[in-house]
């Protein structure tokens, strides 16, 4: 089934952010597939604020490659930046299949950069920009 959320601009995130995990419950690989200034870590942010993370702890790990947070109810949510993932053996260095493997949300971006090593059952998700500003997800499950 096609899926598709739009969203008109920074106030319309939460409601996005909403929606997006009540149609994508029961997936804990989540990878968001964009171009560089679409929103991905805006919209991770706006996710894990409705999970119950506080969001001055959601960073980019674009450095780091993986941030842990915490929701609500104390269960990890493991959010991935693989930019700066040169060959897909880096993304393995860091126990990629441990973090894959262990039942938690696990969000990602730029996962182009290790599309090898993404399970079958990962929900690819594109953000793409429109021509007013406003950015739509899409998706199929």
């Known amino acids: 089934m096609k899926h ?3 969203i008109d601009g920074l106030a319309d995130l939460g409601r996005a952010a909403k ?3 009540a149609l994508t419950a029961g997936h804990t690989l989540i990878a968001f597939y964009a171009p560089m200034g679409a929103g991905k870590t805006t919209f991770t942010t706006a996710v894990c604020k409705e999970l119950g993370v506080r ?3 959601v960073s980019s790990p674009t450095f780091a490659i993986v941030n842990e947070y915490r929701t609500a109810s104390g269960e990890s949510v493991y959010h991935f930046d693989f ?3 040169a060959k897909p053996v880096e993304a393995l260095d860091i126990g ?7 039942g938690s949300l ?3 971006e730029w996962p182009e950069n290790i599309e090898d090593l993404l399970p079958e059952e990962t929900l690819r998700v594109s953000i793409s920009v429109e021509p007013d ?5 899409s998706w199929e499950d």
Do not use: P, Q, T
Request: with cysteine.
């Open 83 to 85: 930019y700066r993932i």
């Open 19 to 21: 929606e997006f995990l």
């Open 55 to 57: 969001e001055d702890a």
């Open 4 to 6: 598709s959320i739009r």
């Open 106 to 108: 696990c969000l990602m």
């Open 96 to 102: 990629l299949y441990d973090y894959l493997d262990s």
């Open 133 to 137: 500003g406003s950015r739509v997800l």
